[in-house]
T-cell receptor, first 116, second 114 residues
Framework: AQTVTQSQPEMSVQEAETVTLSCTYD???????LFWYKQPPSRQMILVIR??????QNATENRFSVNFQKAAKSFSLKISDSQLGDTAMYFC?????????????FGKGTKLTVNP | DTGVSQDPRHKITKRGQNVTFRCDPI?????LYWYRQTLGQGPEFLTY????????KSRLLSDRFSAERPKGSFSTLEIQRTEQGDSAMYLC????????????FGEGSRLTVL
């Protein structure tokens, strides 16, 4: 079974600064997807960024980028130029690419607070 | 595109009562998922449908839980004989078969069992 671990329950950062959220995972699969989802207070969860395991290049989406280390099974999220609207719970998630199971396996989340 | 909608948003019930939640996915999405999220935890998978077929169920889904998607559109999640441990946020999500993993989530239905 796959597991996802987020070792930082809470983090804070000053507006305009950079913050990195950590995620490690455990799997015996070679083909899979990794995701970071954002859950703002009292709002629905939305996708921040996605990484296919077969791609060596790290994914980027505007101010959001990942550091994907497949051998180390590490998948961290870097948020540059942090904004107040980035305040949210951030969840790292894993999904097998093929082989039946379609479920996302989530970590416990990191609560990020961006301070003015 | 109105997004994934869930109803009710909040439900307070007494232990032993039955509750039902409804989820309306994005219209062209053939896959629908139910997750449960308790305080301080990430969402935990409960079950998913492709069209009207329920393809996978978690062991978390005890025999008091039942989910349906009768016409491959909306879905219902029923909890019978509720227990205090059922208190949680129940999240619905949907996607198409073509998407590589991105789920579109609703705002959730919060259940409180007294």
């Amino acid at each position: 079974a796959q597991t996802v671990t987020q070792s930082q329950p809470e983090m804070s950062v000053q507006e305009a600064e950079t913050v990195t959220l950590s995620c490690t995972y455990d799997t015996s699969e070679s083909n899979y997807y990794l995701f970071w989802y954002k859950q703002p207070p009292s709002r629905q969860m939305i996708l921040v960024i996605r990484q296919e395991a077969y791609k060596q290049q790290n994914a980027t989406e505007n101010r959001f980028s990942v550091n994907f280390q497949k051998a180390a099974k590490s998948f961290s999220l870097k948020i540059s130029d942090s904004q107040l609207g980035d305040t949210a719970m951030y969840f790292c998630a894993f999904m097998k690419q093929q082989g039946g199971s379609e479920k996302l396996v989530f970590g416990k989340g990191t609560k990020l607070t961006v301070n003015p | 595109d109105t997004g994934v909608s869930q109803d009710p948003r909040h439900k307070i019930t007494k232990r032993g009562q039955n509750v039902t939640f409804r989820c309306d996915p994005i219209s062209e999405h053939n896959r629908l998922y139910w997750y449960r999220q308790t305080l301080g935890q990430g969402p935990e998978f409960l079950t998913y449908f492709q069209n009207e077929a329920q393809l996978e169920k978690s062991r978390l889904l005890s025999d008091r839980f039942s989910a349906e998607r009768p016409k491959g559109s909306f879905s219902t999640l029923e909890i019978q004989r509720t227990e205090q441990g059922d208190s949680a946020m129940y999240l619905c999500a949907s996607r198409t078969s073509r998407d590589t993993g991105e789920l579109f989530f609703g705002e959730g239905s919060r259940l409180t069992v007294l």
